[in-house]
């Protein structure tokens, strides 16, 4: 084991000294690009005080980690099951351990080949340079040594990147074997090394993201056995009212998921191709155990009319990317996008967002002075770009995104707070996304950071006499612009669809007159032209819905804008008469200041349109933006077949069909939502789809099922809030070693990170799926590291939803350390038992799982204000029946019936359902008279108070113990919730929701029979 971890950690980076420095001590003192260090390796996240490019001496720590797998615990008592898994993950190390091999030995060589580039370099620069003509020989033999020696450090890079990727591919399945067998390579070792060496840490670096994406690397090809064509829709995400665009050749971004075993891997791309597409590629996102593709997200060059689904686009077996070249090239330099339309340069030791842009020939932007993204603090001093690490993150002939990580600091290197700059460019389009994320998790700084403001700055080429075009809330208003004069675009409030303004724990970036109110010290929009209002603040309730800008001169032009502006505000954009244009991201025209809170991300998206000769339609690029193309399956079906949702789904029709089967007669209703934003959302908050399962029922019921563009918009807008407020960050440390905010008394807000009684992660994986959105997965990988530390207690909600959470994240990261954390908690609270007759305090169960003739779970410390005199224990329905045989379901799903945990898990599932049907329902002949219990009395058996509405389901429970026990009246307690909500008019309330697909689904099966 000592030998192969030395091998793993030794050729996962190269920096270039010992034997290379005698060569760079031969060199004049001419300056050249070489008297740095010379670095090889992959991009790694920049850590604290690392020098830039970040130097890497050993292996960075990027462990890919187990998909799944028992607990540590287990040792080499394995099931079945376990020993044909080691079995497969031990035929995959060996293969690995060759390939890594491999490459391990063309690094080698590649050294060898810069070792002796750097040799002829320092013996050219040795020649005598005393005559015209030794000076002549000299200098030709310097530019040809040089050039050869740049060729080779790119060699090497190359190379040391794939031996990287090969050496993380071993390390990874070393993880995912002694996960299931800790001594696996103990028992495998060389017999004359009896003592081997212990583990080191396998995550010795924490900077950054714990497991690479699968789509990084998916492993080695893989044959699937195949899919059948498959149709699907492209569309905007077109929300209530929303105008649409008619796009010509613009790429459209989704998931799909796919059966075990059907859809293998080539050349490290799921193996499929798009019928009817100019362009696609596919990337992994999760793997099958047996390493085919469970979710690849697909991007694809189509044609869309405004507000029609395009069809006619079927996805088939191919080779994973069609034939165009990738649209991004990177070097040891620079990083080369060509969109065809357009060229870009993104710098990667001097970033500035944007070096060049050439549109249609035409350079509309070229080595600009500034930093691109420029930032201010309280006391007006600069903050800009420091500690850079650029690469390409994303790459194909469909897309490319070019990822930087950085911090910004002040004139004196002061840290201040990190950021990520994401560029996203698509096929044939003029356009280039820009998505700023400030990060502000690293443990070098445990502060609230605040900033004044923060920009995107562009010193633009675009020629005399420029025109300025604003958007305004009536259609839009243009000026010349000369030297000197500027204009503007700034939202301060609008009373667009946000969620979460009020309270006095919400400090919004925009100052109120008086906390926990909505009256702002600014509200509406404000244009001007140089120095003329041409509308003012005041009046909240007008605003351009899309807010652009567009600077155009003799040469060309570009058009700024902003996602969502009206509902992130405070934002601007810019423009100055000498071509410069300003995205204010973070606006300094805000009269107060920005909090970034510790542990917090926030990001905000930028689209920069370049053109040459007037614009017709200088919205189009923003209303691109802000209603994004998407895909989905055209048959719904389909997401059913794949097994790759936790829930069983149904169409429409077969929706209806299964309440039909009931004698409910009922149309599935799902209108299109207007967007909703989230500013912010109290822990605490009670009820609200905000709070709870909404982004899942959004995404998997409304969207995928109906295509509705608003609920879309709405999801993926609250999955990102809570994935960067909700869910505690630690870019570069572990959340169990968070010392808390060393500047608490910085106003800021608070009461927003996660409450363990509305946990919901559902939704935030469904979102990764069906997008790509690295931010939603980076923070799932934080939870993970959150979720080994939440506190044990009894309280029912907050052990359920945790235990939900838990078994979901576990699933989604396969972090080890969710296992004994899983099977703690799982422990603590389905062994206790009590009994009531006797106990007049505690908690526990009315006996083992599956047996009792009531199957109760009580606590006498919850709900005492809700407790009838001589009343003991009291339980709350809802959370008995519906959150606990959800949470009990997911902890079972990943452990499996055969884990002795799962099993428990699984036994307290049916006991709540079993209590539920009995006890905590009605079975009142009249419909209309049946209701859930919201609370009652566990020693007396009677309701205290009913619930008002029938929106927690019973389904799950009732649907799961009919599978596993085959008694017929868990389908018949689950029909009577239905009968009941459709007598009250609460039906609808259903119509979406996947645990209600899940019964229906099952009672059809039932119904309907072999």
């Known amino acids: 084991m000592a030998a192969l971890l030395t091998l793993l950690v030794g050729t996962a980076a190269v920096v270039v000294e010992g034997p290379h420095a005698d060569a760079r001590d031969a060199r004049s003192s001419t300056a050249t690009p070489f008297d740095a260090p010379l670095v090889v390796g992959p991009p790694a996240p920049a850590a604290e005080d690392a020098a830039l490019p970040r130097l890497l001496e050993t292996f960075d720590g990027d462990v890919a980690r187990p998909l799944l797998g028992p607990d540590a615990g287990l040792g080499a008592d394995l099931t079945p099951k376990q020993q044909k898994k080691l079995n497969k993950l031990g035929k995959k190390y060996t293969k690995a351990s060759a390939k890594k091999d491999a490459k391990d030995a063309l690094v080698l060589q590649r050294l060898s080949e810069l070792d002796q580039a750097m040799a002829d370099l320092a013996a050219a620069e040795a020649l005598p340079d005393g005559t015209p003509l030794e000076w002549a020989l000299k200098q030709k033999a310097i530019k040809k040594a040089t050039k050869a020696l740049k060729k080779a450090q790119k060699r090497l890079a190359k190379s040391q990147k794939k031996a990287t990727k090969a050496a993380n591919k071993v390390m990874g399945l070393i993880a995912s074997i002694e996960a299931i067998d800790p001594d696996y390579f103990e028992q495998t070792n060389d017999p004359d090394d009896p003592d081997p060496d212990p583990d080191p840490d396998p995550d010795p670096d924490p900077t950054g993201d714990p497991d690479p994406d699968p789509g990084d690397d998916p492993g080695p090809d893989f044959t699937g056995a195949g899919i059948s064509t498959t149709p699907i829709f492209v569309q905007e995400a077109l929300p209530n009212n929303g105008q649409g665009v008619t796009r010509a050749g613009d790429v459209a971004t989704f998931g799909m998921p796919f059966a075990e075993g059907a859809v293998g891997i080539s050349d490290g791309r799921p193996a499929l191709a798009v019928s009817g597409a100019d362009a696609y590629q596919f990337r992994a996102l999760k793997l099958w155990d047996d390493g085919s593709i469970q979710w690849a997200l697909c991007d694809l060059q189509t044609d869309v ?222 244009l001007a032209v140089d120095g003329s209002t041409l509308h003012a603040l005041g009046n909240d309730s007008v605003w351009p819905e899309h807010g652009w800008l567009d600077l155009t001169g003799s040469q060309g032009g570009v058009t700024v804008g902003i996602r969502k502006a009206p509902y992130l505000y405070p934002v601007a954009l810019e423009a100055d008469g000498d071509g410069s244009l300003t995205v204010g991201l973070f606006s300094s025209r805000n009269p107060g200041d920005f909090t970034f809170c510790w542990q917090q991300h926030e990001s905000r998206t930028a689209v920069l349109s370049f053109h040459t000769g007037a614009v017709a339609d200088p919205e189009a690029p923003v209303r691109r933006l802000d209603y994004p193309l998407a895909g989905r399956f055209a048959d719904y079906k389909d997401y059913d077949r794949s097994g790759a949702f936790p829930y069983r789904l149904l169409t429409e029709e077969e929706h209806e069909e299964a309440l039909q089967l009931m004698g409910i007669s009922h149309n599935v209703s799902v209108g299109n939502n207007k967007v909703l934003a989230t500013r912010y959302l109290y822990k605490g908050t009670t009820g609200g789809s905000n709070n709870h399962a909404s982004i899942e029922l959004d995404l998997g019921g409304d969207w995928l099922r109906h295509g509705t563009g608003g609920q879309y918009l709405s999801a993926l807008d609250l999955a990102l809030y809570k994935s960067e407020w909700q869910i505690a960050r630690s870019d570069n440390f572990e959340d169990e070693d968070d010392p808390g905010a060393t500047n608490d008394g910085v106003p800021h807000s608070t009461g927003f990170q996660s409450d363990d009684e509305h946990r919901y992660r559902d939704g935030i994986i469904l979102a990764y799926y069906l997008t790509g959105d690295r931010r939603f997965r980076e923070a799932l990988y934080d939870e993970a590291e959150v979720l080994q530390g939440v506190s044990l207690w009894q309280h029912e909600r907050s052990m359920y939803q945790t235990l939900r959470a838990m078994g979901l994240v576990a699933e989604f990261t396969g972090d080890p350390a969710l296992y004994p954390t899983l099977r703690n908690r799982l422990q603590y609270i389905t062994q206790p038992t009590i009994d009531i007759d006797v106990a007049t305090s505690g908690w526990g169960w009315q006996t083992s799982p599956d047996d009792g003739d009531r199957r109760y779970f009580v606590n006498s410390s919850d709900n005492k204000n809700e407790k009838p005199p001589g009343e003991n224990f009291q339980c709350r329905g809802f959370i008995s029946a519906s959150l606990g045989p959800l949470g009990y379901y997911h902890a079972a799903r990943f452990l499996g019936v055969n884990d002795p945990d799962g099993a428990d898990a699984r036994g307290r599932m049916r006991d709540l359902s079993y209590w539920t049907r009995e006890e905590l329902f009605s079975d009142d002949p009249n419909p209309a008279n049946r209701r859930l219990v919201y609370s009652y009395a566990v020693s007396l058996q009677q309701v205290s108070t009913w619930e008002n509405v029938d929106f927690h389901p019973i389904l799950l429970g009732m649907a799961e113990s009919y599978l596993d026990t085959d008694d017929e009246v868990y389908l018949e307690r689950g029909a009577d919730q239905l009968e009941s909500a459709q007598a009250h008019g609460d039906l609808y309330r259903w119509d979406t929701r996947l645990d209600c697909q899940h019964f229906l689904a099952i009672y059809r099966d039932w119904a309907l029979g072999p």
């Open 305 to 526: 009319t405004a507000g029609v689904i395009t069809q006619g686009l079927v996805v088939t077996d191919g080779p994973g990317k069609s034939a165009q070249d990738d649209l991004a090239v990177e070097d040891a330099d620079d990083i080369e996008i060509d969109t065809g339309p357009l060229q870009a340069t993104v710098l990667k030791s001097d970033f500035n967002v944007l070096d060049r842009v050439v549109v249609d020939g035409v350079t509309l932007l070229d080595a600009p002075s500034g930093a691109g993204l420029v930032g201010r603090l309280m006391d007006d001093s600069v903050v800009v770009p420091s500690l850079m690490t650029v690469w390409v993150e994303e790459n194909g002939p469909a897309k490319a995104v070019v990822r930087a990580d950085g911090t910004l600091a002040d004139a004196s290197s002061t840290k201040i707070v990190d950021f990520t700059v994401r560029i996203v460019a698509r096929r044939g389009s003029r356009d280039l996304e820009c998505q700023v994320t400030v990060r502000n998790a690293n443990i070098a700084r445990p502060q609230h950071a605040v900033l004044e403001s923060l920009h995107l700055e562009l010193e633009t080429q675009i020629g005399a006499t420029p025109t300025v075009r604003i958007a305004s809330h009536s259609g839009e208003e243009s000026s010349p612009l000369f030297p000197g004069e500027q204009a503007h675009l700034y939202y301060a409030y609008t009373a667009s669809n946000q969620s979460g303004l009020g309270g006095v724990q919400y400090r919004p970036h925009l100052p109120v007159t008086s906390q926990g109110t909505k009256d702002f010290v600014q509200d509406g929009y404000e």
